[in-house]
T-cell receptor, first 114, second 114 residues
Framework: EAGVTQFPSHSVIEKGQTVTLRCDPI?????LYWYRRVMGKEIKFLLH????????ESGMPNNRFLAERTGGTYSTLKVQPAELEDSGVYFC????????????FGEGSRLTVL | AQSVTQPDIHITVSEGASLELRCNYS??????LFWYVQSPGQGLQLLLK??????LVQGIKGFEAEFKRSQSSFNLRKPSVHWSDAAEYFC????????????FGAGTRLFVKA
């Protein structure tokens, strides 16, 4: 069974440009989460999808961030326009349900904004 | 406010020595508690979790953790560390019912010396 995959693994962009990160969850996992870790600090929650619906997006920093999950399969996280403080590692995780507690993580996408 | 504190940013232990990684949490309700590990080039992997019952929980790779409600702690232990245990370890807490928004600590990086 394939795990959670994220693309790209590393992206370097200029301030003001746009970047789109992609996450493919484990097949059959309805729950998909985005997290971000900035500068070795805590891994912070961004949002949670249940299938194609946003269950909780309280962690999204501002309206420059747009997450989608069309069809309830893969998800994209777009940052437009990118700012310096957006640099960090963006993790995607998935789970079959919310009761087991376990999250399955991808390797992360490292974003560097210059 | 809900939070997780891992007081040690990094720890170095000798191979074969015992290990204890500290974790304290602040959470208003009965929490789910987790330890995840991130090895180089990999995503986070669940080591163990505590939901209820026996406060000493066993996990994978020979790790265990003890929940102490009076101290709001969930420390991770291993009796004998192997070089392959070198990684970053994250303590996390989540809600007990409904929805799901895991809160992570800042991580403790473990170095193992020969």
């Amino acid at each position: 069974e394939a795990g959670v995959t994220q693309f790209p693994s590393h992206s370097v962009i200029e301030k003001g440009q746009t970047v789109t990160l992609r996450c493919d969850p484990i097949s059959g996992h309805d729950n998909l989460y985005w997290y971000r870790r900035v500068m070795g600090k805590e891994i912070k929650f961004l949002l949670h999808f249940v299938k194609e619906s946003k269950q909780d997006e309280s962690g999204m920093p501002n309206n420059r961030f747009l997450a989608e999950r069309t069809g309830g399969t893969y998800s994209t996280l777009k940052v437009q326009p990118a700012e310096l403080e957006d640099s960090g590692v963006y993790f995607c995780a998935s789970s079959r349900d919310t009761q087991s507690g376990e999250l399955f993580f991808g390797e992360g996408s490292r974003l560097t904004v210059l | 406010a809900q939070s997780v504190t891992q007081p040690d940013i990094h720890i170095t232990v000798s191979e074969g020595a015992s290990l204890e990684l500290r974790c304290n949490y602040s959470y208003g309700a009965t929490p789910y508690l987790f330890w995840y590990v991130q090895s180089p080039g990999q995503g986070l992997q669940l080591l163990l979790k505590y939901f209820s019952g026996d406060t000493l929980v066993q996990g994978i790779k020979g790790f265990e953790a003890e929940f102490k409600r009076s101290q709001s702690s969930f420390n991770l232990r291993k009796p004998s560390v192997h070089w392959s245990d070198a990684a970053e370890y994250f303590c996390a807490v989540g809600p007990h019912t409904g929805g799901f928004k895991t809160i992570f600590g800042a991580g403790t990086r473990l170095f193992v010396k020969a």
